[in-house]
């Protein structure tokens, strides 16, 4: 069973920064996508970012030069750096796992954690 456990959600103002952070123990994680979504109160989870096994990155157009990626192997950890914070911003954000093996995917998802934007 994968577990991925989130941290750094909390309240800030507009124009703020916060850095969210997601940790497994799974051995897969070198070898997985990791992405971030968000849902807030009455919508859709929508993909926020994400970064294959390989570095690369993708970006919502919403969050496109304000929000940043990153992995760290070592450390079994993924990402997010939120700056320029919105009150649009407003969510819950969780970690997701993908991983893909024998043309199959898998993925796993973190418990969620509260941003909130607002004056």
């Known amino acids: 069973q994968v577990q991925l456990v989130e941290s750094g959600g909390n309240s800030v103002q507009p124009g703020g920064s916060l850095r969210l952070s997601c940790a497994t123990a799974?051995?897969?994680?070198?070898?997985?996508?990791m992405h971030w979504y968000r849902q807030a109160p009455g919508k859709q989870r929508e993909l926020v970012a994400g970064i294959t096994s390989g570095g690369t990155t993708n970006y919502a157009d919403s969050v496109k030069g304000r929000f940043t990626i990153s992995r760290d192997n070592a450390k079994n950890t993924v990402y997010l750096q939120m700056n320029s914070l919105k009150p649009e911003d407003t969510a819950v954000y969780y970690c997701?796992?993908?991983?893909?093996?024998?043309?199959?995917?898998?993925?796993?998802w973190g418990q969620g954690t509260q941003v909130t934007v607002s004056a």
């Open positions: 799974a051995s897969i994680f070198s070898r997985s996508a």
């Open positions: 997701n796992l993908l991983y893909t093996i024998f043309a199959k995917n898998y993925d796993y």
